[in-house]
């Protein structure tokens, strides 16, 4: 895998990603990372290496400007901005289409937390291009108006001890219209810091991405 830095290009800012391609990559994986995260969150780094050994490019990205990473870190209030992080990606699936390496590959969608809202979002803006999705622990009730318009199919990720989001999934699968599961990581909590439990999460988002992602 070559892996190079990259800035993609979006309507209203200029993204810091990550890029990892093959010389036979035949599709991508864009990360969205969770609240108060960034690209270089070790568990976001750590599917995407093991996609990437899976034959799979991927592009981990910061949803926020440094300025707005620090201001962030203060306020709080743009890890949150749900429509703000959607716009990020739904730019960064545009850059995707248009970049010479990129273009034309089948795009997938992994979220975090709430990048897990963003995805969604961005799936039901851009219906033709989104072809799997997989949220880790997302927080899909902040983008429930998406659930109904997304074509893509959804993995929903969830630790068993995360109550909360086991709730949310469960509630968010059943306004669905797409092949679904949820899949539930045992007597793992919300960061999958138990031992094995975020090998687990690797091993189905891996298993959804070769199932539906285009060959």
């Given amino acids: 895998m070559d892996i190079r830095n990259i800035t993609a290009k979006t309507p209203d800012a200029d993204l810091s990603g990550d890029l990892a391609m093959g010389l036979d990559t035949s599709s991508v994986v864009l990360f969205a990372h969770g609240s108060g995260s960034s690209r270089h969150s070790p568990r976001n780094r750590a599917v995407a290496e093991a996609l990437n050994r ?3 490019g991927t592009l981990l990205l910061d949803l926020l400007t440094e300025e707005e990473g620090r201001r962030d870190e203060v306020t709080r209030e743009l890890r949150f901005d749900i429509p703000l ?3 990020r990606l739904t730019g960064a699936v545009d850059w995707l289409t248009s970049a010479e390496e990129t273009a034309g590959l089948p795009i997938g969608l992994f979220g975090a937390s709430t990048g897990a809202a963003a995805a969604l979002g ?10 799997a999705i997989v949220c880790r622990g997302g927080r899909v009730d902040l983008a429930s108006e998406a659930l109904g318009k997304i ?3 959804l993995l929903l990720i969830v630790g068993s001890f995360d109550e909360p989001i086991v709730r949310i999934s469960f509630q968010a699968q059943r306004e669905l219209h797409v092949a679904s599961d949820v899949h539930l990581i045992p007597n793992a909590t919300h960061l999958f810091e138990e031992p094995g ?3 687990q999460v690797t091993g189905a988002a891996m298993g959804w991405f070769r199932d539906h992602m285009p060959k």
């Avoid at 803006?125 to 072809?131: E, F, L, S, V």
Wanted: hydrophobic share 40%; aromatic share 4%; net charge positive.
């Fill in 54 to 56: 899976s034959g799979f």
């Fill in 197 to 199: 439990a975020l090998e």
């Fill in 85 to 87: 992080l959607t716009r």
């Fill in 122 to 131: 961005t799936a039901a803006m851009r219906p033709d291009r989104i072809h």
């Fill in 151 to 153: 074509s893509a199919p």
